[in-house]
């Protein structure tokens, strides 16, 4: 059983940046790819970004490319997501979540075993 904690949410204007960390326990961290969703209020949960088990490879949701980065600590057990020129519409609470698989449908929720609690960002106009 894997458990996840999310951390560094708030508050932000927009065009600022922020960086949301997930720390994983009760589990071989590195033998998983983690993923970041976002909900924001009366919207479905989307997909954000994602890393496979090494780290080299990632994947984007076209929403956030070139804006946020993911990136994994494995020493650290922790998954990151540092979001950059951020706008409204990144406001949400980001999740993260933790997958034994790799591949088509990586960007789709069910594919995933563990889930966060969730932190909220607010990105203000």
């Known amino acids: 059983q894997v458990q996840l904690v999310e951390s560094g949410g708030g508050l932000v204007q927009a065009g600022g940046s922020l960086r949301l960390s997930c720390a994983a326990s009760?589990?071989?961290?590195?033998?998983?790819?983690m993923g970041w969703f976002r909900q924001a209020p009366g919207k479905e949960r989307e997909f954000v970004a994602a890393?496979?088990?090494?780290?080299?490879?990632?994947y984007y949701a076209d929403s956030v490319k070139g804006r946020f980065t993911i990136a994994r600590d494995n020493g650290k057990s922790t998954v990151y997501l540092q979001m950059s020129s951020l706008k409204p519409e990144d406001t949400a609470v980001y999740y993260c979540?933790?997958?034994?698989?790799w591949g088509l449908g990586s960007d789709s929720a069910i594919a995933y075993d563990y889930w966060g609690q969730g932190t909220q960002v607010t990105v203000s106009s």
């Open positions: 979540a933790a997958s034994n698989r």
């Open positions: 009760g589990g071989t961290f590195s033998s998983y790819a």
């Open positions: 890393i496979k088990w090494g780290g080299r490879d990632t």
